[in-house]
C-alpha cells in the first residue's frame, strides 16, 4: 500500500491549533506519506552527517488513559525501536505527548523488566521463582479455572484491573466465561464524581467542549496528571490563547493552578459550598437559562415530593431553589472554604458572562478525598444547568456523548450472577466495586478466591491500608492462586504464584476510545515489532517471538487461556474466541480486530476502501480513525417511537439516560433508597472538616491525592528519564504550619495517621493552604529482595519487622549507582526515592459513592529519635476497627423491589437485571 497524507481522516493543518506556525514534522511529527522512509541524522555520530533510516509505525501509549497516539521510529538497519514520538493523525492527541509518551522506549529498553513467566519456587513472598513456559503457565491456570466452572465456583476467579487501557475484549471474555469477576481500581481513583454526574444525566464523566469555550472551572490538579492529561491539557492551552478564562480549585499550587487566572484554594472537601455559594449567586442575581432549566430539569417530580402544598409551578420551583441555597452567602463560603470573601462574586461573573459557553472538570482530590465528596459533582453540574451549558459548544457533554466502543459481531449473553465480594449489600449504590476492600469482605464473608488475576495493579501499594492486602495475599487459605500480569515488577507481584510478562504499549493490540474533546475516534494499540515485520513483507502469526524476550501480548494470551479452560467447546465458552475462517481453531488477532473494524466503526470501511486497503490495514498503517460525531444537544433529538421524554411543550425528545429521562436536580433513586435528606445537590461535612481538627495538638490534614505529572501510576520506575525528574514525595507544608509544628525545610517529621505512621522529608512551601500537608503518591516504591521486586533506581530494599498484626518496614538499603547492561544505570546519583504513604491509611469508604475517602486526619510532628527516613508503620487490627467504623454509616440493600441495586444505575460488567434482585 501506498502511504498517502490525504488518507488521513483527520489530518491536522501545518499551522496547529494554536497557531505556533512550525513546520509540520517539528510541531507533531512526520506526515504519513513519509513514514516508510524517515530520514535523520544519527545524532551520536556528529560531527560526521550519518544518515538514519526509520519507518514509522503507529501505536498508543500505555502509561495513562489518555491513549494518545504514538509513532515508533524503528531503525531500518537493526530493526530496533529507536524512540517514540506523537502520531500526528491521531483526533484526540493530535501528535503531541507528555513526557510520558516518548519515555516508552526506556521501559521498552529497561534492563530490570521482567522477559519471562516466572512460577513461584518457595513459600509465597519469598522471593524464589523460576523460569517456566507459556505452555507450562497456560496449563496450570486454565486447569484451575477449569475445575472451579466445574464445581460451580464460578465467584471465586476475579480479574482486578489497575490500567484497562483497552475497550471491551476483557470485559466480553468474562461475559463468555460466565463470571462476574470484573473488579477495577475505579473506587481508589473517580467513584466520587462518578456518581455525581450519573445522578444528574446518567453519564459518569464530564467530557469538556474546551473549543470556542469562554471559562474554564477545573477542580483538582487534572490538567497535569489526570484525565485526560495531554489531549485536555492542549485544548485548555489553546482556550487560553483564544482569550478564555480560567479558574483551578486546588488546595497546592499546582502546574494548573500557575496557568489560571484565579487560583483558589480552599480548605479541602468544602468545594460543594463554594459551588452552591455561586448557585445561590447566579439564582439571586437572576443570571441563569431558565428556559434551560424549565425545559430539561426534572423540577416538576421535586416539587411533587418537597413541595406538596404549592401550586407547582416553574416560578415556585426557583423560589425554593433561591431558599434551598440561602445560606451559601459570600460570607458563610469565605469562612467555611478558608476563601477570599470576593471569591464567591468573582465565579458567579465568570460563570454569568460564559453563559453556555462555561465548561469544567472534575476528578481527583476534591471528589475523591472525603466523605460526601460525590456532592462536589452534584454542585458542579448544577451550575451548568443554571448557565444552559450542558451539551453545548464550550460547555460540558456526557462523557458518553464522545467515546466509541466499538464491539466484534457475536457476543457473549450477559452473565447471570451477582458476587457479593466486588458488590456487597452495604453498598448499592457505589460507583463501581469495592475492590479496595477485598481483604475486608473476604473475611467478612469467610470467602476465598481460587485464582486471581491482578493484571497491571499494585494493590499492595496502590490501595490504602496495603498490610491487610499482603495478609490477604500471603494467605494460601484466602487466595488459591495469584497470577499477577505485569510488564514489570511490583510490590505485590512480590506475593504472586505466577509472574506473567505482559506486553507494554508497543508490544501489544488494543482498541481505545476516550473523550477528549467533542467527537469520536478510535486508536489502535500494536506491537510495533510485528507490524515492521509485516510491513516490511514478513508477516507472522503470533506477537509471541516480536517481543523481546517472552514477552506476550494479553489478547493473544486470553484466547490461548480460554481454550485451555473449554478445550473441546462443551462449556459453550471457546466458540467466542474461535476462528469463523478456520473452525476448529482459536481466532486470531487479526481476525477478531478486523472483524470489529470491518462491522462496528462506521465510516471506517469506506476511508479504507478510498484508500485501497481493508479496515485492518488501515488501523494498523494510521493507528487511529476519526469516528463520524454524532453532534452535540443530543437530548434534543426527537425520540424513536415508544422511547424518550415527553416534555411539557408535547415534543418527545430522547432526553438523558436517568429515569426520568431528564437532568435530575432532584434525585428520586436517593429518596427511594433512604437517602431523602441527600436528594438534591448539597454540601456533606468531611472526616477533615476543621471542626473534627484539634489544630493546637498538632493535627492536619493530609492531602494524598496528586501526582507530579512525569509519573506513571505504577510503572514510572521502569522509565529511567522519568525516575531522573521525579523520585521523591517531601511532605508540602506551610511556612505557619513549619513553625507552629516544629518541622523544619529538609529535616524530617513523623505523619501520624488512624493506624500508623510514616516518616518523610519536609518542604516548607507557601504552594499550599496553612492547615493542611501533601504528598504526591506515586513514588515511595520498596521491594524485599535484592534482586527483584522492583526496579533498583526507584526502591528501596526493606525490613519488614513483624509482631501480631504490626509491620514496621524499614529501609535497609537505598537507591543509587549500579551495574548493568546500560550504562545510565552507573549514573543513577539520587538515593531517596520517596515514601510509601498509602499504607499507612485505614479504607475510609464513602457510604453512597463507595469511593475511598483518601484524605486522611494526621498529627504531623518532627521525626522521632528513633526515626529513619522511609520508616513506615501500621497495625492491621486498627486498621479493622476503622473499616467498621465506617461501614456503620451505610444503609444496606434490599432496597425498593428487594434489588441490590437501582436497576438503571450500571456496572462495568452488567449481569441481567434478574440478578439485581436478592
Ligand atoms: S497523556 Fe497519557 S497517553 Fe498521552 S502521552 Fe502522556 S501518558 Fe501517554
Not at 188 to 203: D, E, I, T
Not at 208 to 237: C, V
Not at 369 to 393: D, E, K, N, P, Y
Not at 502 to 511: K, S, W
Request: aromatic share 10%.
Amino acid at each position: 500500500m501506498t502511504p498517502d497524507a490525504s488518507l488521513a481522516p483527520t489530518a491536522p493543518p501545518c499551522v496547529p491549533p494554536g497557531g505556533r506556525p512550525s513546520p509540520w514534522e517539528l510541531a507533531v511529527g512526520p506526515a504519513p506519506e513519509h513514514w516508510d522512509d524517515w530520514t535523520e541524522l544519527d545524532a551520536t555520530a556528529w560531527p560526521r552527517r550519518k544518515e538514519r533510516h526509520y519507518r514509522c509505525v503507529p501505536t498508543i501509549c500505555f502509561n495513562c488513559e489518555s491513549a494518545c497516539g504514538l509513532l515508533a521510529f524503528v531503525d531500518k538497519e537493526t530493526g530496533d525501536i529507536a524512540k517514540f514520538e506523537g502520531n500526528p493523525v491521531h483526533p484526540g492527541s493530535r501528535g503531541r505527548t507528555c513526557a510520558k509518551g516518548p519515555a516508552t522506549i526506556n521501559q521498552v529498553q529497561d534492563t530490570e523488566r521482567i522477559l519471562t513467566p516466572l512460577k513461584r519456587d518457595g513459600p509465597r513472598g519469598s522471593g524464589k521463582f523460576r523460569e517456566a513456559t507459556w505452555d507450562e503457565a497456560l496449563d496450570d491456570i486454565g486447569g484451575r479455572i477449569r475445575k472451579a466452572f466445574a464445581e460451580e465456583r464460578q465467584d471465586e476467579v476475579v480479574y482486578h484491573v489497575g490500567r484497562p487501557g483497552e475497550d471491551n475484549f476483557v470485559m466480553r471474555m468474562l461475559q463468555a466465561w460466565g463470571v462476574d469477576g470484573h473488579n477495577s481500581h475505579t473506587n481508589v481513583c473517580s467513584a466520587g464524581a462518578r456518581l455525581g454526574y450519573a445522578l444528574w444525566f446518567g453519564a459518569d464523566r464530564p467530557s469538556p467542549d474546551y473549543s470556542g469555550t469562554k471559562f474554564m472551572l477545573l477542580l483538582s490538579a487534572h490538567l497535569e496528571t489526570g484525565h485526560y492529561f495531554n489531549p485536555h491539557a492542549q485544548r485548555i492551552i489553546a482556550a487560553k490563547e483564544s482569550g478564555a478564562r480560567m479558574a483551578v480549585v486546588d488546595v497546592r499550587l499546582s502546574n494548573t493552578a500557575s496557568h489560571a487566572n484565579h487560583w483558589i484554594s480552599p480548605w479541602p472537601g468544602t468545594e460543594a459550598a463554594m459551588l452552591l455559594g455561586v448557585a445561590r449567586e447566579l439564582l439571586r442575581s437572576g443570571r441563569f437559562d431558565a428556559e434551560f432549566l424549565k425545559r430539561w430539569v426534572n423540577w416538576k417530580e421535586y416539587l411533587e415530593v418537597h413541595d406538596a402544598e404549592g401550586d407547582g409551578t416553574f416560578e415556585r420551583f426557583v423560589e425554593k431553589l433561591q431558599h434551598l441555597y440561602v445560606d451559601y452567602t459570600p460570607e458563610f463560603v469565605a469562612q467555611e472554604c478558608h476563601v477570599p470573601l470576593d471569591t464567591v462574586m468573582k465565579l458567579a461573573d465568570e460563570i454569568a458572562e460564559a453563559g453556555s459557553r462555561f465548561s469544567s472538570h472534575l476528578w481527583r482530590n476534591t471528589a475523591a478525598g472525603h466523605l460526601g465528596g460525590w456532592q462536589v459533582a452534584r454542585a458542579l453540574l448544577f451550575l451548568h444547568v443554571l448557565s444552559g451549558s450542558v451539551g453545548t459548544q464550550g460547555g460540558l457533554n456526557p462523557n458518553s456523548w464522545d467515546k466509541f466502543v466499538p464491539h466484534p459481531t457475536e457476543n457473549p449473553p450477559p452473565i447471570t450472577r451477582w458476587n457479593e465480594r466486588h458488590w456487597p449489600r452495604e453498598y448499592p449504590l457505589a460507583h463501581y466495586e469495592m475492590s479496595f476492600l477485598l481483604p475486608h469482605l473476604l473475611r467478612d464473608q469467610d470467602a476465598r478466591i481460587d485464582t486471581y488475576f491482578t493484571r497491571v495493579y499494585n494493590p499492595v501499594w496502590t490501595n490504602p491500608d496495603g498490610c491487610s492486602w499482603i495478609e490477604m495475599l500471603e494467605d494460601e487459605k484466602r487466595i488459591g492462586c495469584h497470577v499477577a500480569l505485569t510488564p514489570i515488577w511490583s510490590e505485590s507481584a512480590q506475593w504472586a504464584d505466577w509472574v506473567l510478562p505482559m506486553g507494554l504499549g508497543p508490544e501489544r493490540h488494543d482498541i481505545m476510545s476516550q473523550e477528549t474533546h467533542a467527537g469520536t475516534w478510535i486508536g489502535f494499540r500494536q506491537p510495533v515489532g510485528r507490524e515492521y515485520l509485516r510491513q516490511s513483507g514478513q508477516p507472522q502469526d503470533t506477537t509471541l517471538g516480536t517481543n523481546p524476550g517472552q514477552v506476550w501480548e494479553e489478547s493473544e494470551f486470553w484466547i490461548a487461556l480460554t481454550w485451555r479452560i473449554d478445550p473441546d467447546g462443551s462449556q459453550g465458552i471457546r466458540k467466542y474466541f474461535e476462528s469463523k475462517a478456520n473452525p476448529g481453531q482459536p481466532v486470531s488477532v487479526d481476525e477478531y480486530f478486523g472483524d470489529i473494524f470491518e462491522n462496528s466503526v462506521p465510516g471506517l470501511p469506506e476511508a479504507a476502501a478510498t484508500a485501497g486497503c481493508t479496515p485492518l490495514e488501515y488501523m494498523r498503517r494510521f493507528g487511529a480513525f476519526g469516528v463520524p460525531y454524532a453532534g452535540q444537544r443530543r437530548y434534543e433529538t426527537d425520540a424513536p417511537e415508544g422511547g424518550g421524554v415527553e416534555l411539557d411543550s408535547g415534543e418527545k425528545k430522547v432526553g438523558f439516560k436517568t429515569p426520568s429521562g431528564k437532568l435530575e436536580f432532584f434525585s428520586p433513586t436517593l429518596e427511594e433508597w433512604g437517602f431523602g435528606d441527600l436528594s438534591v445537590p448539597g454540601y456533606i461535612h468531611s472526616q477533615v472538616h476543621r471542626e473534627n481538627l484539634d489544630m493546637d495538638a498538632g493535627e492536619r490534614v493530609l492531602m494524598p491525592t496528586f501526582r507530579l505529572p512525569t509519573l506513571i501510576h505504577t510503572r514510572s520506575g521502569n522509565a529511567k528519564w522519568l525516575q531522573e525528574i521525579s523520585h521523591t514525595n517531601p511532605l508540602w507544608i506551610h511556612p505557619e504550619d513549619a513553625v507552629a509544628l516544629g518541622v523544619a525545610n529538609g529535616g524530617l517529621a513523623r505523619v501520624t495517621t488512624a493506624i500508623g505512621y510514616f516518616v518523610i522529608r519536609a518542604w516548607v512551601t507557601e504552594g499550599i493552604h496553612p492547615g493542611i500537608v501533601a504528598a504526591s503518591h506515586h513514588v515511595g516504591r520498596w521491594r524485599m529482595h535484592r534482586e527483584i521486586g522492583g526496579q533498583r533506581r526507584a526502591s528501596a530494599l526493606v525490613d519488614i519487622q513483624r509482631d501480631g498484626s504490626t509491620f514496621l518496614f524499614r529501609q535497609k538499603e537505598k537507591a543509587g549507582a549500579y551495574k548493568s547492561d546500560d550504562p545510565d544505570s552507573e549514573r543513577v546519583w539520587w538515593t531517596e526515592t520517596g515514601v510509601h504513604q498509602n499504607m499507612t491509611f485505614p479504607v475510609q469508604p464513602d457510604p453512597l459513592s463507595g469511593m475511598h475517602c483518601w484524605h486522611q486526619k494526621v498529627t504531623v510532628t518532627s521525626a522521632h529519635e528513633e526515626d529513619r527516613y522511609g520508616d513506615v508503620f501500621v497495625d492491621t487490627a486498627k486498621s479493622r476497627e476503622v473499616y467498621e467504623e465506617w461501614r456503620a454509616m451505610t444503609k444496606p440493600a434490599p432496597g425498593p423491589g428487594g434489588l441490590r441495586r437501582p436497576l438503571w444505575m450500571n456496572r462495568p460488567l452488567r449481569p441481567v437485571d434478574e440478578a439485581f434482585r436478592i
